[in-house]
């Protein structure tokens, strides 16, 4: 094989089967120009490793500077030597080549670790249990499979240093779970098979809608191709999986929607693996949907929102890379009138943990101000992170208040609640940005994304630019105002 397969490959691969695909069989020239907030990632990455390498309180082997040519025969020297740690190392063997930011040696051997700029597990910041990430995982298992390769393993159990100054080791060889059995091991043994054949056969993965896909560079090349060829993963909620255990018996949407599904469908099964009749024949109407240039969204049943003369329209703004949420954002209506509108913002002016309570702490006393009222939001994100907050400044508000603020009687989930449950709608997606604009909402901003305000919060804080904090409050506040419009917009729908 005359590439060798990186880390950086197994990623991509993880993440997206086709990008790795189009990675090393595409034009380049087709790429879409590296959006902003990637470049941030990139440029804080970079800063993070550098940051963590200058305050190591023990010696090192720093290989940072050298060449690439050199630094696999300069690694192969520091570890003969028995050096203790080497940064910006270089591993190979025939088909594998690795660059671990750090090699440790462990009583005979060495381990892999790399340094990141998030944290070393999901969930680790926010409330679930923290499980090894896959991504990282085929990365750390491909620096371990060559250290074996070459004889100079310390064992199955690399490490990440991450975002919080946490070591996070993975048991390479540990089952995932009660109910995943799995190991990572074996997930990186099916993905390193997997990368192989893609290497060599351009034509194995297909291109899918999914949620990675905006901030990749082949997302105007795929999206392209996609509507094309009426891609089944263009239906809300279907996505790569359940597309490619559907292909060998409906292809395109509009094959699903003209299809005859009753034929496919033997009692409480269906002919594909995995999707069930009910899930069928919502795919099915969804399909129908989007090949009806007349069709309009509806409801499925009666919906009755809870009732207050104060509406609040909340969105919040966080930054992942330093697990802070920077901005609360409030559009307030009386009666229901758009007349009436105000945007209500408070903004963490630093991010700091000083600036992050106090915002937090004047968000929660103006919801407080203006009870009674309801509460509308979309998606859980915003409960689940006031939940976080509310563990982190004790003093701000107590359990009880914080679920009170978001109890179903006076809070209302918009896209879980109303939308996933009780709608459908002629679109390939749910997100809050595409039923709003298909309302007819249009954000004040060229580039909405709550990534891209990411990377402008960060501009603001090197820059103070004034223009900046506007821009971030306009986006923010347009994302509020765009659930309202999504409310009166359900609130017009006909039952069908």
Request: charged share 25%.
């Amino acid at each position: 094989m005359s590439t060798s397969i990186t880390a950086s490959m197994l990623y991509n691969l993880v993440q997206c089967p086709h990008r790795l695909s189009l990675d090393l069989h595409e034009d380049p020239a087709k790429r879409d120009p590296e959006s902003k907030f990637v470049k941030l990632l990139w440029e804080k990455g970079t800063a993070f490793e550098q940051e963590v390498i200058q305050n190591l309180a023990l010696p090192f082997t720093d290989l940072s500077t050298k060449p690439s040519d050199e630094r696999e025969r300069l690694t192969s020297e520091a570890m003969a030597r028995e050096d203790e740690l080497i940064y910006a190392g270089r591993i190979r063997t025939d088909n594998l080549l690795g660059d671990p930011d750090l090699l440790r040696r462990q009583g005979n051997g060495y381990v892999a670790g790399d340094i990141k700029s998030g944290a070393g597990e999901e969930g680790a910041s926010d409330v679930s249990d923290g499980k090894p990430k896959k991504h990282y995982a085929v990365q750390l298992s491909l620096y371990t499979d060559i250290l074996e390769q070459i004889e100079i393993s310390a064992g199955r159990f690399p490490f990440i240093w991450d975002i919080h100054g946490q070591e996070v080791v993975y048991n390479l060889d540990a089952p995932q779970g009660p109910r995943t059995p799995e190991t990572l091991w074996h997930v990186y043994e099916s993905t390193l098979q997997f990368a192989s054949k893609i290497l060599s056969q351009p034509a194995l993965t297909l291109p899918a809608l999914g949620g990675t896909c905006k901030l990749c560079h082949w997302h105007t090349l795929c999206e392209v191709r996609l509507n094309k060829i009426g891609d089944l993963s263009l239906i809300p909620a279907l996505g790569r999986a359940k597309r490619d255990a559907m292909i060998d018996h409906v292809k395109t949407i509009s094959q699903l929607a003209h299809t005859d599904i009753t034929a496919m469908i033997t009692g409480s099964k269906t002919v594909i693996p995995g999707i069930g009749p009910a899930t069928l024949k919502k795919f099915q109407d969804r399909a129908l949907l989007l090949v009806d240039p007349k069709a309009r969204p509806y409801l499925k049943t009666k919906l009755r929102f809870p009732s207050a003369k104060v509406e609040l329209f909340f969105d919040i703004e966080t930054d992942p890379m330093r697990d802070i949420c920077y901005l609360h954002g409030f559009v307030e209506r009386i009666d229901q009138d758009s007349s009436t509108e105000r945007y209500i913002p408070f903004l963490a002016d630093t991010p700091s943990a000083e600036a992050e309570r106090e915002a937090f702490s004047k968000a929660y006393a103006y919801v407080q101000s203006s009870q009674p009222c309801i509460l509308y939001f979309y998606s859980k994100y915003e409960r689940t992170w006031w939940r976080k907050l509310r563990e982190r400044y004790t003093d701000v508000a107590t359990e009880e208040q914080i679920e009170a603020m978001f109890d179903p009687e006076t809070a209302v989930d918009l896209y879980y609640d109303v939308v996933v449950r009780h709608s459908e709608w002629p679109t390939n997606d749910h997100s809050i940005k595409t039923l709003a604009s298909y309302l007819g909402f249009k954000w004040r901003d060229t580039s909405p994304s709550g990534a891209e305000s990411i990377e402008w919060y960060y501009r603001w804080i090197e820059t103070a630019d004034p223009k900046i904090r506007q821009r971030i409050l306009e986006y923010n506040e347009d994302d509020c105002l765009a659930t309202r419009v999504l409310l009166d917009g359900i609130r017009t729908l006909n039952v069908r």
